[in-house]
């Protein structure tokens, strides 16, 4: 037991007089100006370390030196590039005896650089990089001018080996700094551990960095294994996982995390992204949400083709500036980007918000405009449940207005119209070309299917090529143009629908239901603005309607028929129960848009028993009516008002319709039915003449006496 205990302190003496005689026979300091050198021939800077060249015992034998500068040029904004407070290193004892500095794992505490490009385009980095053939020629030659180099005088000392194991900074900070543009970028802080950069060999890297860019703030953090070429961008990585968050005054990315298997150009790499932000006030965002996915990437060798494949990404957001609190956004596809030439193709996406679903291919050009083309398609689209909102309510008609005496209908309070125009700034800022279809839509409360929507847009002007959608059992077409390359913005459109019952169409649109039947409607309209003012106020154009087999409600012309035959006669009209609707087989009428004004001469309505022939205008900003109908009774007494319209057989019956929109009012217009109709005239002179021979006998023959006669008549006709 002496014996070894004997040994081991031999061991341990033997050590300290080895450390004792290396620290005595080795001077640390006699690599200075080599370092110097190897840096100015590497470099062209001065490298400057004030404090010594130490030995270092704990925790292992090593080198220490403090305060080293790497130096700039002059005329820079700080005179160093590099510098660090201090730098400890160890080193191996026996490589030493040979002449071999192997230097472990250096660690810089304290160090900091500065990037400067200065406004004429001159950078501290310029020419920091030497060639590899700077001085080759400085060795002195042979007094027989051989060409061989001088043989190394014999108090020469044999050149020393260095070698570095690996890097690792402590609380490291940069300045980057560019006076052409004014940006400025800080490291706060950098801790990186780098283990030996040996070609061809994985190596471990960690790194943790807190700084701004701007405006824009960072705290990252990550770790990978590198494995470092020859040639840097042949470097690989791998097992890469990034940490960390950014921020700027307006929105923040709280935390993500990025993890890559494997980096490397011309390989395929599988990653992973989990990111959460919110935009807005920290207490109250008006966006907030996350994000998830996976996706393969592949970079091209030269640079200039980067793919994605198998991306699958899925957000959850909430917040006041989204059309409803909370949604769920997916999307799923296939990326093809062409750097060198700024596009980008898009294949087999799947795009979905909430329960909405779109399939298709696109492709975007990068440049000061992109221009974006698509062709997708859905199944369904429900926009008013995406956007949140609620179809409109159908309300019921109003009741119509007395039949009898002058009064009108009580008008609703008119509704002030916004004057504001929209901001189209947007449309000038992408170009579109496109195509999208869809098995059904909802928009507005308006069911729509199979939607075809074909739509370019360049400049500022949007061009509506073409839209087609089955809706309300019939067809609609669209086309149209919107420019918004001036102020107001100009709108030309052309609709055309086909066999649509209108009823329906009308209670989801504008909430009447007073027109019902088959039919068709044309409408060609252009103008100027598209605030609410401008788009009644200054519409110009043209409506065609054309219905069949329908029914007028709120209105009862028969009623109004036995309405009229009562002031004729001086008889009570007789009390029928009917509903205020009026069948018609046929309704045609052609309407003039000008100013805001829409007005008909030439409305025709073919009913049972009855011809109605219209004209008059409708105001479309107070919502006005004012339509005057001719109503004549033709032979059959079958059908509305039976046999006592047929006493009324060619006399016109005139109706006004006046009013608002929401609360029309009907009346038959007396005046008019006395003073133009002159089949009533006769009826009422023969009446008259019967009536004053039955009342005086003889004396009705007397001139005088039918001139009385005439006289009232004509009063009363005109």
Do not use: C
Not at 322 to 332: C, G
């Amino acid at each position: 037991m002496k014996k070894i205990i004997y040994i081991l302190l031999g061991l341990a003496l033997a050590a300290v007089v080895a450390i004792a005689a290396l620290v005595s026979l080795v001077d640390p300091n006699q690599f200075k100006p080599q370092l110097a050198e190897q840096v100015r021939k590497s470099t062209g800077r001065e490298l400057v370390m004030e404090g010594d060249i130490g030995w270092r015992f704990w925790p292992s034998l090593g080198l220490s030196l403090e305060k080293v500068q790497l130096r700039n040029p002059a005329g820079f904004a700080e005179p160093d590039l590099l510098r660090f407070a201090q730098g400890d290193a160890s080193v191996a004892l026996l490589p030493l005896l040979s002449h071999r500095l192997e230097i472990g794992k250096v660690t810089l505490s304290g160090a900091h650089l500065f990037i400067q490009t200065r406004a004429d385009g001159s950078s501290n980095l310029s020419g920091l990089v030497k060639t590899a053939t700077s001085d080759k020629g400085d060795g002195a030659q042979s007094p027989a001018g051989d060409g061989q180099p001088a043989a190394p005088a014999a108090s020469e000392e044999k050149p020393w080996q260095i070698s570095l194991q690996g890097v690792a900074l402590v609380e490291a900070s940069a300045l980057v700094r560019d006076d052409r543009s004014g940006a400025v970028s800080r490291l706060d802080r950098l801790d990186l551990d780098l283990g030996q950069l040996t070609p061809g060999e994985w190596v471990p890297v960690t790194l943790a960095a807190k700084g701004a860019q701007g405006d824009l703030g960072f705290d990252l953090k990550g770790e990978a294994q590198l494995k470092p070429a020859q040639e840097a961008m042949k470097s690989e990585l791998k097992d890469l996982s990034l940490s960390g968050s950014l921020s700027q005054p307006s929105q923040r990315l709280d935390a993500f995390t990025l993890k890559a298997d494997r980096l490397a150009l011309g390989q395929w790499s599988s990653l992973t992204l989990n990111l959460s932000g919110a935009q807005g006030a920290a207490d109250k965002p008006t966006l907030a949400g996350t994000l998830e996915g996976t996706f393969k990437a592949r970079l091209d060798e030269k640079r200039q083709l980067l793919e994605l494949s198998d991306a699958v990404l899925a957000a959850r957001l909430s917040g006041d500036a989204l059309p409803r609190p909370q949604m769920n956004l997916k999307l799923a596809g296939f990326a093809r980007a062409e750097l060198d030439k700024q596009s980008v193709t898009l294949s087999n996406l799947v795009m979905g918000a909430d329960d909405a679903l779109l399939s298709g291919n696109g492709t975007v050009h990068l440049g000061a405009v992109p221009r974006v083309e698509f062709d997708l398609k859905g199944e369904k689209l429900d926009l008013d449940s995406w956007l949140g909102q609620a179809a409109p309510a159908k309300t019921p008609a109003a009741p119509a207005a007395p039949a009898k005496g002058e009064g009108k209908g009580t008008s609703p309070a008119a509704k002030a119209l916004s004057t504001m125009e929209p901001d189209l700034a947007a449309l000038k800022a992408v170009d579109l070309s496109g195509r999208l279809q869809l098995g059904s839509l909802r928009v507005k409360g308006l069911d729509l299917n199979a939607v075809d929507l074909q739509l370019a847009l360049a400049g500022g002007q949007l061009t509506l090529k073409q839209f087609s959608a089955g809706v309300a059992g019939g067809q609609v077409t669209a086309s149209g143009v919107l420019d918004a390359r001036q102020q107001p913005a100009r709108y030309q459109v052309h609709k055309q629908i086909q066999g649509v019952d209108v009823r329906p169409l009308l209670q989801t649109l504008a909430q009447n239901d007073r027109l019902e039947g088959k039919g068709d409607l044309e409408v060609q309209v252009q103008g100027t603005g598209l605030s609410e003012q401008a788009l009644r106020s200054q519409m110009q154009g043209k409506l065609s309607l054309r219905l069949s087999d329908g029914a007028l409600h709120g209105i009862n012309l028969a009623e109004m028929i036995r309405e009229a035959r009562a002031a004729l006669t001086g008889k009570g009209a007789d009390q029928v129960k009917e509903a205020r609707k009026t069948d018609f087989s046929a309704l045609t009428a052609n309407f003039q848009i000008a100013n805001g004004v829409a007005r008909s001469d030439d409305i025709q309505l073919l009913a049972p028993a009855l011809r109605v022939k219209g004209q008059g205008q409708t105001a479309l900003v107070p919502e006005t009516l004012d339509f005057l109908f001719l109503t004549s009774v033709v032979e059959s007494s079958k059908g509305q008002g039976g046999k006592s319209v047929d006493e009324l057989k060619d006399v016109t019956i005139p109706v006004r319709i006046g009013g608002h929109w929401q609360a029309p009012s009907y009346r038959l217009d007396v005046k008019e039915l006395l003073s133009n109709n002159k089949v009533l005239e006769e009826k009422a002179r023969k009446e008259a003449e019967r009536g004053l021979k039955k009342l005086l006998g003889d004396k009705a023959d007397d001139e005088q006496i039918k001139g009385v006669a005439d006289q009232l008549l004509k009063g009363l006709f005109k």
